[in-house]
Structure formats: C-alpha cells, structure tokens
C-alpha cells in the first residue's frame, strides 16, 4: 500500500506561480513511479505530469510542457509539482497518484494509489 496526501494549493493570479507536494509513505512508496492528474467538474480526470521512482525519466502533457516541472525528493518522502506561468485554465483540483507498474505514464487506470486533491484557482 501507499499513501499519499497533496499540499500547497491555493489561490494566485495568472502569471504566477505554486509549487504543489505530495508526501509518500508505505514500504513501495519510494520504488514507485509517481504522477499529477488535474480534475474539474466539466472535465474527466486528466494527465499533467509523471517522474520514474528514481527521479531521471519525467513525461508532461502538452498543455504544461515548459511551464511545469516534477520533482521528487525519496529521502524526504516527497513528490512536487512546480508551477510556473499559471492560466486561468490550470485551475482544477491537483491529484497526486503512484502506480505498481506503468505502461503507460499518462494512462490514469495505470496508477493504483491516489492522493484527495488539492485546489488550485487561477484568476485571470
């Protein structure tokens, strides 16, 4: 099993910036692939970002490449999320996820564990 619990969402203007985390725990947690997802009630849940367990092989959807980095810290147990040139169409609620085994990194049934979301607004 792995848990997983997302922090620093929020509210900023467009243009700017937040940096997500998610905190990882469980005895897989640390081997296991890790990515965002982003939901809002018009719109099923879709891909943002994915890094490997190790941290050297990440994959972005097109619509964040450029403006988003992924991150992840094993020591300290911790996914991020950098978010940087925010859009007003980034707002949506942020879900971490790890996977026990991806074939695909942007495929959302692939990954076994989810975080509950945190809020991201971006005001134009």
């Known amino acids: 099993q792995v848990q997983l619990e997302e922090s620093g969402g929020g509210w900023v203007q467009a243009g700017g910036s937040l940096r997500l985390s998610c905190a990882f725990s469980?005895?897989?947690?640390?081997?296991?692939?890790m990515g965002w997802f982003r939901q809002t009630p018009e719109k099923e849940r879709e891909f943002v970002a994915a890094?490997?367990?190790?941290?050297?092989?990440?994959y972005y959807a097109d619509s964040v490449k450029g403006r988003f980095t992924i991150s992840r810290d094993n020591a300290k147990n911790t996914m991020y999320l950098q978010m940087n040139s925010l859009k007003p169409e980034d707002t949506a609620v942020y879900y971490c996820?790890?996977?026990?085994?991806?074939?695909?990194?942007?495929?959302?049934?692939?990954?076994?564990?989810w975080g509950q979301g945190t809020q991201v607004t971006v005001s134009s």
């Open positions: 469980g005895r897989t947690a640390s081997s296991s692939a």
């Open positions: 890094i490997d367990w190790s941290g050297s092989s990440t």
């Open positions: 996820a790890a996977s026990r085994g991806l074939s695909s990194w942007s495929e959302r049934l692939d990954y076994d564990f």
